[in-house]
């Protein structure tokens, strides 16, 4: 594998740290190749630590800096320990993308509201809300020593969507998006921005059945770009708003989904 620099600006994020929760698979694992591709030192922040590490290994392998590293962001204390070993390795932490979620690589029910279970609903915030929470108490007050700081959230297109079932899972991207703006106000002092990337139905598996992709493909009539969209369609912005290019955007929701939601 090399790291895919096509198109890309010369080391947009050279020498910055970045974290990426949820960074060994799919979405998050796009995220963290290619801040590798754009200079920075990737911290893969994921529930399966072979997977972590095995993505770390990928990136060094074609050239970049990385490490890989079990945390579990429903984990306060995990989440501390992440931040204290970016910092132990690689000095500072600059960026984080609390990209870790349940959805597809973790199973939710799809049901009408009456059929979630209360297990189910809490698990869902712990992760989806709460684990963003975790990583940003681990990770800002390094961000606020240094005055230093971008925080990327990822929400969900479905929010502006809302359809049928899984309403748990539509409730915790919702939430994301009010946490963005409230953390905005608070550590902008600090020149730390928080923004979120709402991104559509996206075809992240890497080896997609038949099935996935009939699916995908079923969702895009929609969309003002009529295509299946992948984890690559989200990088940029991802980038862009850990990049200098964004130093004077914070607390906005940015929708990736080939317009098929425009708010």
Same mark, same amino acid.
Request: overall charge negative.
């Given at each position: ?5 096509q198109?890309?600006?010369? *080391? ?25 591709a754009? &200079? ?22 074609? &050239? ?56 189910e ?12 929470? *975790?990583?940003c ?10 005055? =230093?700081?971008?925080? @990327? ?10 359809? &049928?079932?899984?309403? *748990? =899972? ?7 998006? &009010? ?21 559509g ?42 990049s ?10 940015? @929708? ?8």
């Amino acid at each position: 594998m090399e790291l895919d620099t096509q198109g890309s600006p010369a *080391h947009r994020l050279r020498d910055r740290v970045a974290v990426v929760t949820g960074g060994a698979y799919g979405i998050g694992k796009a995220y963290a190749r290619r801040f590798a591709a754009e &200079g920075a030192k990737v911290v893969i922040a994921d529930i399966d630590s072979a997977g972590a590490q095995e993505a770390a290994r990928e990136i060094e392998a074609a &050239g970049g800096m990385a490490t890989g590293l079990r945390v579990d962001v429903s984990d306060r204390e995990l989440c501390l320990d992440m931040a204290r070993a970016a910092v132990d390795r690689y000095g500072r932490i600059d960026a984080l993308v609390n990209n870790a979620a349940l959805f597809s690589r973790i199973p939710m029910t799809r049901a009408r509201f009456d059929a979630i279970s209360s297990e189910e609903w809490d698990r869902m915030f712990q992760v989806n809300v709460k684990g963003a929470w *975790h990583a940003c108490l681990a990770v800002v007050p390094f961000m606020e020593e240094q005055q =230093y700081g971008r925080i @990327v959230n990822v929400s969900s297109s479905t929010v502006f969507q809302s359809p &049928g079932t899984r309403i *748990h =899972y539509i409730s915790s991207k919702a939430a994301l998006i &009010g946490f963005t703006r409230t953390l905005a106000r608070e550590i902008g002092q600090s020149n730390i921005t928080v923004n979120c990337i709402s991104p559509g139905s996206t075809l992240s598996d890497e080896d997609p059945s038949e099935e996935a992709r009939a699916y995908r493909a079923r969702r895009v009539s929609d969309r003002a770009i009529q295509r299946i969209q992948y984890p690559d369609d989200l990088v940029g912005a991802a980038v862009f708003f850990c990049s200098e290019e964004s130093s004077f955007i914070t607390g906005q929701n940015l @929708v990736v989904d080939g317009g098929q939601v425009m708010i």
